[in-house]
């Protein structure tokens, strides 16, 4: 299996995910040549992409969807009411590329993708987990709290994107309106640089995990701070960052944290 972070952040969002014979993405929350110029630099093709997984209709998760699905004859999984409320935004899709996902799970050639709830302010919203063989990868971002469900569905993964989109100082005290700070602390809104840390004691075990911190506010949070942040909380109870858990960050504007596993 192979893993990349496309683009990471409240600007946009794109997760690529391969096995020998399949590649899909996650989202593609930029414009179509942003997602394109980022699969060449990770030296892959975006005529090759098998599919394309839409976790929810914001446009940061969205924008360059429909673009990339007519360039390249790409076929659209969702949900049925999340393709509901994004189709406007898409534009003309062809119809043998619309695939509702009418259950949890789709295989493409050697890649099982499972879709699970994710508690955030969309129609339907959800997360992803993939499988290659016996190896997972998990994209958990838009979280307003960890939910049971949540950790039921990537606690048993390899790699994680895991969502650390602000500090809650910051947020209280930061620019934005006031409704808009209820909406980000809500349970339907954005996972905090604590709650992250919490999250990953919760799903460590004896499998070693890679988890990389994403969709990080640029408003609200920084790098360094939700990454000491996390690894603040998880020394404190006593797990060993680089042993049980590898920690490491999503860029916003490059593809980072590529990995073969």
């Given at each position: 299996?192979?893993?990349?972070?496309?683009?990471?952040?409240?600007?946009?969002?794109?997760?690529?995910?391969?096995?020998?014979?399949?590649?899909?993405?996650?989202?593609?929350?930029?414009s179509g040549k942003s997602i394109e110029k980022a699969l060449v630099d990770i030296n892959e093709n975006p005529s090759?992409?098998?599919?394309?997984?839409?976790?929810?209709?914001?446009?940061?998760?969205?924008?360059?969807?429909?673009?990339?699905?007519?360039?390249?004859?790409?076929?659209?999984?969702?949900?049925?009411?999340?393709?509901?409320?994004?189709?406007?935004?898409?534009?003309?899709?062809?119809?043998?590329?619309?695939?509702?996902?009418?259950?949890?799970?789709?295989?493409?050639?050697?890649?099982?993708?499972?879709?699970?709830?994710?508690?955030?302010?969309?129609?339907?919203?959800?997360?992803?987990?993939?499988?290659?063989?016996?190896?997972?990868?998990?994209?958990?971002?838009?979280?307003?709290?960890?939910?049971?469900?949540?950790?039921?569905?990537?606690?048993?993964?390899?790699?994680?994107?895991?969502?650390?989109?602000?500090?809650?100082?910051?947020?209280?005290?930061?620019?934005?309106?006031?409704?808009?700070?209820?909406?980000?602390?809500?349970?339907?809104?954005?996972?905090?640089?604590?709650?992250?840390?919490?999250?990953?004691?919760?799903?460590?075990?004896?499998?070693?995990?890679?988890?990389?911190?994403?969709?990080?506010?640029?408003?609200?949070?920084?790098?360094?701070?939700?990454?000491?942040?996390?690894?603040?909380?998880?020394?404190?109870?006593?797990?060993?960052?680089?042993?049980?858990?590898?920690?490491?960050?999503?860029?916003?504007?490059?593809?980072?944290?590529?990995?073969?596993?």
């Open positions: 299996m192979r893993f990349c972070s496309l683009y990471s952040g409240s600007s946009g969002n794109s997760t690529f995910i391969a096995s020998d014979n399949s590649r899909i993405l996650i989202d593609a929350g930029l090759e992409v098998d599919g394309i997984f839409v976790t929810h209709e914001h446009l940061d998760h969205i924008k360059g969807v429909g673009i990339l699905s007519r360039k390249y004859n790409i076929p659209i999984y969702a949900n049925e009411l999340t393709w509901n409320a994004m189709k406007n935004t898409l534009g003309k899709i062809k119809d043998e590329n619309i695939k509702i996902m009418d259950s949890e799970s789709v295989s493409i050639k050697d890649l099982d993708i499972i879709a699970y709830r994710i508690p955030h302010d969309a129609a339907s919203p959800s997360g992803y987990k993939v499988i290659s063989g016996n190896k997972v990868a998990c994209v958990a971002t838009d979280l307003g709290y960890f939910s049971d469900e949540v950790k039921c569905s990537i606690k048993d993964a390899d790699v994680i994107l895991l969502e650390s989109n602000h500090d809650v100082e910051m947020l209280k005290f930061g620019p934005y309106p006031y409704v808009l700070k209820r909406r980000i602390l809500s349970d339907v809104g954005h996972l905090s640089n604590d709650d992250c840390g919490k999250a990953i004691i919760d799903i460590v075990s004896g499998k070693k995990k890679k988890i990389v911190l994403g969709h990080l506010s640029k408003t609200n949070n920084y790098p360094d701070l939700a990454y000491k942040t996390v690894i603040n909380i998880l020394t404190e109870s006593g797990i060993e960052v680089g042993g049980d858990v590898a920690i490491s960050m999503a860029e916003r504007s490059i593809p980072s944290n590529y990995m073969e596993l």
